[in-house]
């Protein structure tokens, strides 16, 4: 995708955020607003939203990725990798993050940046269709 622009996400950014949001139903799913108190970083391509990046710094050296989501015209085309090394960047060291059992797309960018997987957690994840709920995969990454 030419010309995305990877820039700090803002509270003019919510309605954008909010529906790429619900475009990616495997993503956990917040009130945009809540966005706010984290690190929000977005992907901008002509003019309209088209991924976030919502990441916290746990302490000096640590960091964790709350939660990423692509529209869906916009994956595969290394939105999601640029949110992530540019956050990586910024806050050097250990990384952590959980992802559903599901989404191997997700898994495989993230093994392609070097995490690698170190537990499950069972359940982890709410089910939005009333079935069981589904487990995350623990990935860790240490730069």
């Known amino acids: 995708m030419e010309e995305v622009l990877i820039r700090d996400g803002a509270a003019g950014d919510l ?10 139903p495997e993503a956990p799913s917040w009130r945009a607003e809540d966005y706010l108190s984290y690190r929000l970083d977005v992907a901008e391509h002509a003019g309209e939203i088209v991924g976030f990046l ?12 709350l939660n990423l989501a ?7 085309q290394g939105v999601a990798r640029r949110l ?16 559903r059992e599901s989404n191997l797309g997700a898994q495989a960018c993230y093994q392609g940046l070097g995490f690698r997987q170190t537990g499950t957690r069972p359940g982890y994840y709410a089910s939005g269709d009333g079935n069981s709920p589904e ?3 623990v990935m860790e990454l240490y730069q």
Request: charged content about 25%.
């Open 15 to 24: 309605i954008g955020i909010a529906a790429v949001q619900a475009e990616c």
């Open 54 to 65: 919502a990441t916290r710094r746990l302490v000096e050296g640590e960091a964790e990725v």
């Open 70 to 76: 692509v529209a869906k015209s916009a994956r595969r």
């Open 84 to 99: 992530l090394q540019q956050a990586m960047a910024r806050w050097p060291g250990a990384w952590f993050l959980e992802v």
């Open 135 to 137: 487990g995350g995969i």
